[in-house]
């Protein structure tokens, strides 16, 4: 392993590996899995894909809000949030692993979510890669099966060894996601570059407005995105 891959082992403030709670959580999903990477590598993204519940409103700018031993306790948090603890769940396996970013336009949204960020694009999509059996693979932990049921969009599976992005289609073959620009990869969460460019997309007032809200709720936005009304691309 060359030293560019050994800062891909390392934990950082948000990606904390070493955190005894994440440490604890990885060596218990991959407890059958002897000392094979790729099988690791598999349970602990079907741990963090089911078991961390999808929020598009989770909290989103500050450090903390990405901290994996943080998402773990809350069981929740959006894309990113999702990437940056399976990335720490990784690590501390001992698999290289690290985040990455795309922008996607969703075809498949809810009524509220769409009108809360008056955008069907995706800005900063997260995913994780992990350095397995000498590549890059690509691992989507986002959406929970049950969300995906309810979307009618089959769940990502993940097997180690290709990467697992988004599909294009749902199950009734329509438009589901599109990969509109890739943002590269990252050791850690690049905070700063996400809310750059969110403002550029969302807008300023928009953004700040959501920062209001969450300061005003003490963090939680009350809003419950498995209730919301699907919306399917012909209504868009």
């Known amino acids: 392993m060359d030293t560019t891959t050994r800062q891909y082992l390392a934990p950082t403030a948000i990606i904390d590996s070493d955190h005894p709670s994440i440490v604890a959580y990885a060596q218990k999903v991959t407890a059958n899995d002897a000392d094979d990477p790729i099988a690791k590598a598999v349970s602990v993204y079907y741990a963090v894909r089911d078991n961390i519940w999808y929020d598009p409103y989770y909290p989103f700018y500050l450090p903390e809000h990405y901290q994996a031993s943080k998402v773990l306790a809350s069981g929740r948090g959006y894309c990113v949030c999702k990437a940056a603890l399976l990335c720490a769940m990784g690590r501390a396996l001992g698999v290289p692993s690290r985040v990455g970013f795309a922008t996607v336009r969703n075809h498949l949204a809810t009524r509220q979510l769409l009108e809360f960020l008056g955008s069907d694009l995706f800005v900063y999509h997260g995913y994780t890669e992990f350095y397995l059996d000498g590549r890059w693979v690509k ?98």
């Open 139 to 236: 691992a989507t932990p986002a959406f929970n099966k049950e969300l995906c049921q309810r979307h009618k969009v089959a769940p990502l599976e993940f097997n180690g060894r290709e990467d697992s992005v988004f599909h294009a289609y749902n199950q009734n073959r329509q438009k589901f996601m599109e990969y509109l620009e890739d943002h590269g990869s990252y050791a850690d969460i690049p905070l700063d570059k996400i809310l750059n460019k969110w403002r550029q997309t969302y807008g300023d007032q928009r953004v700040d407005t959501w920062i209001a809200a969450l300061e005003n709720a003490g963090g939680d936005s009350r809003r419950d995105f498995f209730k919301e009304d699907v919306l399917h691309d012909d209504h868009l």
